[in-house]
């Protein structure tokens, strides 16, 4: 009997055994768990987030799917004609909104309006800026990763469009104050936030050259130069050249909004320009390289915990809030700058596309050479040295030789707007999980910034050309190398003794340590390997 039901048995068994096979066969194609759930997850309202079941059929699809280089080629491709040019767009907005004060600064009736009769005044307008922006940097990162990257991205265009729009009809240094603060709310979270999203959609070693191509102020300034160039010659009986510039850079962050809102996906899970196939080879093919997640891992406090008590991330803030001294008053006081010099308001405006342009070009090439060597740290060296030597230039030179000085913002600029991508994707790969990720890069952004409030203030000298702000500048930047040397020797030692005890780890051991390990690898694991 007991051999007749053995025998019954095993034909049960071998069904079960061949539906597993047929599964697995048919979820090469990595669409079997996302089929069960439907085709697009739901929300409940606004500020809800999304179906985490969705993030998890993903994930599990990504585990099975079967692809070829070509296949990856094909959905890179997609990402990075629907992702990049509505991250592109949006930051070049934000860079109009933010840096347009420069610009109209220079034209004597925009002063008379706010009643900026000193510097003193303007240097308090540009860092009243940061302080909403500081205070609200990683609350700002908690709330993305809640309610998804458009969403969250919505609300902040939205609000900072909107304080950028009002600065038309405003009156009084008060007033410009007050605006000044709500469009430093509005732009928490947006730059670490944006960081941390395109790590959801690229490689480590892909990082640094998408950065540059969509989150570096020398495009927007170039372009923003030329529109400030035509736009301040115009009036009308209503409106006079400094507002037209303002009202003509808001408005397109406003339109900007609704299409990220509608158009730009939360994560890549929820990508509907994606098939559930490609879905699944997009999240394959970072699980190959740092397994982030969207859900679950770390909360907040956690990650926040986690952050303050690693070295690296103040090495990291210590670097970004080095150079970003330079960039918080460069952007705002290039127009100036060149008038000094001894140019026309319309003229030094058109002149500051020039710089920002070839600055372009250097942020470019750096980003490209740097994720082609997997390189950050010698490359942030050498960036630093180039803006320092622009700054000592301006230091000692600037009384002598207009050509000189000139020639000295192409170094400045593009020293400096080409750390921003080199620093912040180096970041973004020292951290795991992505929770950690998440806060850690909010945390630089928002500790750096605080930094900014004072950056302005070292432009204390117009009667002598700010040449003690540039030489303060030069100081800075040489810091930022010191700490950038620092941090990479320390990156290169903690590869080395990882190896050492992956080495010194027996075969069985080596078994259990990946049993015990689910997900993404962490960055105190003996098998996480540091870009340096």
């Keep these: 009997m007991a051999s007749l039901e053995g025998s019954q048995a095993d034909p049960s068994m071998k069904e079960v055994e061949k539906s597993v096979d047929i599964s697995e066969h048919i979820n090469k194609e990595?669409?079997?768990?996302?089929?069960?759930?439907?085709?697009?997850?739901?929300?409940?309202?606004?500020?809800?987030?999304?179906?985490?079941?969705?993030?998890?059929?993903?994930?599990?699809?990504?585990?099975d799917v079967e692809f070829t280089a070509e296949d990856e080629r094909a959905v890179k491709k997609k990402i990075d004609n629907t992702v990049l040019p509505l991250v592109i767009c949006s930051y070049v907005f934000n860079q109009f909104d933010r840096t347009n004060i420069g610009n109209?600064?220079?034209?004597?009736?925009?002063?008379?309006?706010?009643?900026?009769?000193?510097?003193?005044?303007?240097?308090?307008?540009?860092?009243?800026?940061?302080?909403?922006?500081?205070?609200?940097?990683?609350?700002?990162?908690?709330?993305?990763?809640?309610?998804?990257?458009?969403?969250?991205?919505?609300?902040?265009?939205?609000?900072?469009?909107?304080?950028?729009?009002?600065?038309?009809?405003?009156?009084?240094?008060?007033?410009?104050?007050?605006?000044?603060?709500l469009m430093g709310i509005g732009e928490a979270?947006?730059?670490?936030?944006?960081?941390?999203?395109?790590?959801?959609?690229?490689?480590?070693?892909?990082?640094a050259l998408r950065i540059s191509l969509c989150m570096t102020g020398t495009l927007p300034g170039a372009i923003g130069g030329l529109v400030a160039f035509g736009l301040v010659r115009a009036h009308t009986s209503l409106i006079q050249g400094?507002?037209?510039?303002?009202?003509?850079?808001?408005?397109?962050?406003?339109?900007?909004?609704?299409?990220?809102?509608?158009?730009?996906?939360?994560?890549?899970?929820?990508?509907?320009?994606?098939?559930?196939?490609?879905?699944?080879?997009a999240q394959a093919r970072l699980n190959r390289d740092h397994k982030p997640q969207s859900h679950g891992g770390m909360t907040g406090w956690a990650g926040f915990k986690a952050i303050i008590s690693d070295i690296n991330s103040w090495l990291f803030m210590l670097i970004y809030a080095s150079f970003n001294v330079g960039v918080a008053t460069i952007s705002y006081f290039l127009p100036t700058l060149i008038k000094n010099l001894g140019f026309s308001s319309i003229n030094a405006q058109g002149m500051t596309v020039a710089p920002y342009l070839v600055?372009?070009?250097?942020?470019?090439?750096?980003?490209?050479?740097?994720?082609?060597?997997?390189?950050?740290?010698?490359?942030?060296?050498?960036?630093?040295a180039i803006s320092f030597i622009g700054y000592i230039i301006l230091a000692t030179s600037v009384q002598k030789s207009v050509g000189a000085a000139y020639f000295a913002l192409f170094l400045v600029v593009g020293g400096n707007y080409s750390l921003f991508?080199?620093?912040?994707?180096?970041?973004?790969n020292a951290f795991?999980?992505?929770?950690?990720?998440?806060?850690?890069?909010?945390?630089?952004?928002?500790?750096?910034?605080?930094?900014?409030?004072?950056?302005?203030?070292?432009?204390?000298?117009?009667?002598?050309?700010?040449?003690?702000?540039?030489?303060?500048?030069?100081?800075?930047?040489?810091?930022?190398?010191l700490v950038a040397f620092t941090l990479r020797t320390r990156l290169s030692l903690l590869n080395k003794r990882n190896q050492q005890r992956m080495s010194a780890l027996s075969k069985d051991e080596k078994e259990r340590l990946e049993a015990q390990v689910e997900g993404e690898i962490w960055d105190n694991d003996p098998r996480y390997v540091f870009m340096t």
């Design 359 to 384: 600055g372009w070009f250097m942020v470019f090439l750096q980003a490209w050479h740097s994720d082609r060597t997997r390189d950050r740290g010698w490359h942030i060296m050498a960036s630093c």
């Design 432 to 481: 795991s999980p992505t929770s950690k990720r998440g806060v850690g890069t909010a945390f630089i952004v928002s500790i750096s910034n605080c930094v900014s409030i004072a950056s302005p203030q070292i432009y204390f000298d117009p009667e002598d050309q700010f040449r003690k702000g540039h030489a303060i500048s030069a100081g800075c930047l040489f810091v930022s190398f």
């Design 242 to 281: 400094w507002q037209f510039l303002f009202l003509i850079e808001a408005i397109p962050t406003l339109i900007m909004a609704v299409m990220i809102l509608f158009f730009l996906p939360s994560f890549p899970f929820s990508a509907t320009f994606l098939s559930p196939r490609e879905r699944a080879i």
């Design 189 to 207: 979270g947006y730059y670490a936030g944006m960081i941390y999203y395109l790590s959801f959609w690229y490689k480590r070693h892909e990082l």
């Design 104 to 181: 109209a600064h220079v034209i004597p009736a925009f002063n008379e309006n706010f009643g900026i009769t000193n510097n003193n005044k303007w240097t308090l307008a540009l860092s009243i800026f940061y302080v909403g922006y500081c205070l609200l940097e990683m609350p700002a990162n908690v709330l993305q990763r809640h309610i998804g990257a458009n969403r969250f991205f919505f609300l902040s265009l939205t609000f900072w469009g909107l304080a950028s729009l009002s600065v038309v009809y405003a009156k009084g240094y008060g007033g410009l104050l007050a605006l000044r603060v």
């Design 30 to 63: 990595g669409t079997a768990y996302q089929s069960e759930l439907g085709p697009k997850p739901k929300r409940k309202h606004f500020f809800s987030s999304l179906d985490p079941a969705y993030a998890d059929a993903v994930h599990r699809d990504a585990e």
């Design 421 to 428: 991508p080199l620093v912040m994707s180096w970041a973004a």
